[in-house]
């Protein structure tokens, strides 16, 4: 929580508190009830002392819990559905952008743009009236208040910014009959977040614990700087900007992987910045649609065989070079990462051995002492995982006896950071031990404990390296789609079949594994008995943006669209 009161505070209606606050603290002053309303804020009083200052912050916060029409899941992780690594099964607009049949009423692209601008226009509304108030309330408070208004209004422009492209930069309360604004681009827009955030540095908390968790620091800042200049080649800033949280000595890697996607790694230090949720005030429905078929959920978010067939196998080759690899037991001698990051056939999860061979009509029950054989609905159920894998990253057994969870969801982990700083500087050519630190620390976590990268390579083939780790790291984590578009390989990895396991078997041989981890299927002799879940278009010349929303384009005549809607 970012603590209890705000965390409260943000999740009520913030009509009926400021009722309470006229009663209590106006006495029912007769001249102002007589003069504002009291069914909404009144506009002319609203943000004038502190609570009310805590109040308003408290809604700029709250686009970080959006979940988008439809898909009702955390907004970050719902992305990775759009990518080549996941498959969203409710025929929905999400599923429709997977596709490659996007288009400007799509409201699942148009409700990111809806939620973000909301959240920037609150943040713009907080710094035009906040300077009232620097002489009544205490001149740090008030500076780290604003600090964390400035970084909310440049995380929401992060992702407007990379979702669309160059998007209207609006800083102030602009008046409707002013409303009508250009695209600023993609550059200016980056340049915006970049001062947003070194104004804000300086006056963020250093770190936050159990009773303001959940509030931007400087870590959330430094990352979200390094992670918008990776995305935008501003490669020296976002080197410098990894380094310098590196060297805060704030975060360290979690020992065990699998833990920081469950209740038990919630204040891990691995964890920079976390949407907070709790039970009766705000949740998600991750179990629901996460969990097994036999574990009552529904299994339509799910990962694919592609995702599967990128990772190593412990010898650090990949399984189309690795003697490790056997065909007929496939995930054995694998980075851990993937039975930590999915949930493998064979597997138990959930209290259940989750098993989709098709012939497999029976499992086994771990709910009982002794576990007891029962009907395998994973087999069964016409809707059950279309590829044959789920989840397990954030899919904790604590939820079993709930559709919903209060689990926290991450923006932004040490991980990512080490990796973001190992990019930047091969990508600047400027290869040191620093940058093998940095990819081996992420490799070697104990849990992990892959071979570690040797010093030697060559720029491209640490770029590999970088582009296959991110791919094994930060799946369901809402990464991928971004790093397909950045590194320019969208329109060859999504496009075609979208593959599941062959029902009643495994594939017999390897798929050649390319630089950027993509599995090709041509040689495998069984190929043609993969599930083919849908078939993908992709048009180079308009998918790397999503379309601007048609209405925004009707009522704005200065708001041009993206090439191809």
Not at 259 to 280: D, H, K, P
Request: aromatic share 12%.
């Amino acid at each position: 929580m970012l603590n209890s009161n705000f965390k409260h505070n943000q999740m009520r209606n913030l009509k009926y508190i400021l009722i309470i606050f006229c009663l209590i603290n106006l006495s029912c002053n007769k001249e102002y009830l007589e003069r504002f309303p009291l069914d909404s804020p009144s506009d002319e009083t609203f943000l004038s002392n502190e609570s009310e200052l805590d109040m308003a912050i408290a809604g700029a916060y709250n686009s970080l819990w959006y979940h988008p029409t439809g898909v009702v899941l955390p907004f970050a992780i719902t992305l990775d559905y759009a990518s080549d690594i996941g498959w969203e099964r409710n025929t929905n607009t999400l599923q429709a952008l997977g596709l490659g049949l996007g288009n400007s009423d799509n409201d699942f692209t148009g409700g990111f743009w809806t939620a973000f601008y909301k959240g920037i226009g609150r943040c713009n509304s907080i710094l035009a009236k906040s300077e009232s108030l620097k002489d009544i309330i205490p001149e740090q408070k008030f500076k780290q208040r604003m600090a964390e208004v400035r970084f909310l209004r440049a995380f929401y422009y992060f992702y407007l910014n990379e979702l669309y492209g160059g998007v209207p930069l609006i800083t102030s309360v602009v008046p409707l009959s002013e409303a009508k604004i250009a695209r600023s681009s993609k550059d200016e827009i980056t340049d915006f977040i970049f001062s947003e955030l070194d104004a804000a540095i300086p006056f963020l908390l250093a770190e936050t614990n159990q009773s303001n968790k959940g509030r931007a620091n400087i870590g959330a800042a430094l990352a979200l700087k390094s992670r918008a200049a990776l995305y935008n080649k501003r490669w020296k800033v976002a080197a410098d900007a990894a380094n310098e949280l590196i060297k805060l000595k704030n975060y360290s890697l979690h020992p065990k992987f699998d833990e920081l996607f469950s209740y038990a790694g919630e204040n891990s230090r691995e964890i920079i910045f976390a949407v907070q949720y709790l039970t009766g005030l705000q949740e998600h429905p991750i179990p629901n649609q996460f969990y097994s078929r036999l574990a009552k959920g529904t299994s339509n978010k799910i990962p694919v065989q592609s995702l599967i067939d990128s990772y190593e196998c412990t010898d650090g080759l990949s399984i189309d070079k690795s003697p490790l690899f056997n065909p007929l037991q496939p995930f054995k001698n694998r980075d851990p990462r993937l039975n930590y990051t999915v949930v493998l056939p064979q597997t138990r999860f959930i209290n259940y051995m989750f098993e989709t061979h098709s012939d497999s009509l029976m499992t086994w029950d771990y709910n009982t002492i002794p576990a007891k054989r029962v009907s395998n609905t994973d087999v069964t159920n016409a809707f059950a995982t279309f590829s044959g894998y789920l989840w397990r990253k954030y899919a904790d057994i604590a939820d079993m006896n709930d559709r919903s969870s209060d689990l926290n969801t991450i923006l932004f982990r040490y991980a990512e950071v080490l990796l973001n700083y190992a990019e930047a500087k091969v990508e600047l050519n400027e290869i040191d031990q620093s940058v093998y630190d940095a990819i081996n620390q992420v490799r070697q976590r104990p849990s992990v404990n892959m071979p570690p990268i040797t010093a030697g390579k060559t720029q491209a083939q640490l770029r590999s390296v970088i582009r296959k780790e991110r791919k094994y790291e930060f799946p369901a984590e809402g990464l991928r789609l971004f790093d397909i578009r950045r590194w320019n390989i969208a329109h060859d990895v999504m496009p075609g079949k979208l593959l599941g396991r062959v029902r009643n078997a495994f594939l017999t041989n390897a798929p050649v594994i390319d630089d950027n981890g993509t599995p090709h299927y041509e040689g495998v002799t069984n190929s043609n008995q993969m599930r083919v879940i849908e078939t993908r278009l992709y048009n180079k010349e308009r998918d790397y943006l999503w379309p601007i929303p048609r209405l925004e384009i009707e009522v704005n005549p200065l708001l041009t669209q993206n090439p191809g809607y």
